[in-house]
C-alpha cells in the first residue's frame, strides 16, 4: 500500500492523539517525514495547544530553528500544501490511534493460505520465534496456535503496538509474548537467541524495510541451523530473495476460486474500500455490483498471500 490510495480524513489537531513519549520518537524517527521545516510550516496559524505539543517534545537544540520557521511569512496555499503533505506521511498511524476498528476490519480479513500454517507449524512448535515488523499482531498470535515457546513481536510503529498490546491484555497466552520497539537493522535480541525469525507481509529488499541490513539482523538473531520465514512476500522481491539463498514457496490455489478479503459485512468492506481504496473505484464498484463482504486480491491488485520464502541460517 505505499502508493496513496486513501482518502485521508485526518487533521493537524488529531496529532494530540499521539502521547509525548510517542510524539517525541516520531519527531526522532525520519521514516515518518516529520522533518522539522515543514512541521513548523504546517503548524503556522495553528491553536496554542498543537504548537506546544510540537515544541515540547523537540529536543532543545531544535526548538530555536522550529520558532523561526513558525513565525517564517508564507502563503496560505503553501502552508495547505505541506500540511496536507504530512498528515498523508501519518495517516497509517494516525488510523492507527484515532480509527484502530476500521485498521482491524480492513487487514482482519486477509487470511493467509491456511497450508502455510500447517507447514510452519512443524519449525513452530517448542520454539522460541521472533516477529519481525510484527504489526497488530496477525502471525504473532499464529505462532502461538502453533504451539511456539515464546515470541518476540518487534514492531517500530507505536500505534500498532498499542493495538497489539490492546489485543494481548485479553489473550490467555499472552506471557508466552514480549512485545517491543525495533526495526528490522535494529533488533532488540541478543545474537542466535531465537529458533525461527518470521516477518509476514512486512519485510521487503528495499533497505528502509529490511533489505540487506534487515537480512544480517535476521541472520544475527537466529541460532545456527535456525530457519527464517518471510511470508507474503512481494513479487519484485522474488530474485532479490532466491539471491539471498531462500527457497520460493508457493502452495496452490483451489481450481476455480480466486483468494478474496473477507470482511465481517458489507458495510464493513464498503467502509473500509472508501477509506482505503478510494482511488482504487474498481474496488467500491465491485462491492456495489457483487454486493458481498468480499474483495478478490486481483481486484485489490496486489498477489494473494499463498506463498513464503525461508532460509535456513
Known sequence: MSEVLFDNPFKLEDLLVFDDATMGDMLQNESFGLKLKELAHSAQNMPAPIIEHFKRNLPTSKKSHFLKELRRPLPKKAVEEVRQQMLDNLFWELTYWKTPELYEELTAGENLHPGISQQLGQILQDKIVLDAGAGSGRASFECLKQGAKQVFAVEPSPGLRHIMAQKLAEHPAAQRVTLAQGRFDNLP???????????????????????EPGLAELKRVTRPGGKIVIIWPRREDHAWLKAQGFKYVRLPLQKGHEMKVQFRSLGSALRCARRFYYKNRTVLHYLLKHRRPEIPFSILGFNPPHDYCILEV
Not at 535480541?189 to 533489505?211: K, N, Y
Open 189 to 211: 535480541l541478543d545474537d542466535h537467541s531465537v529458533d525461527v525469525a518470521i516477518s509476514c507481509s512486512a519485510f521487503t529488499a528495499e533497505p528502509e524495510q529490511g533489505g
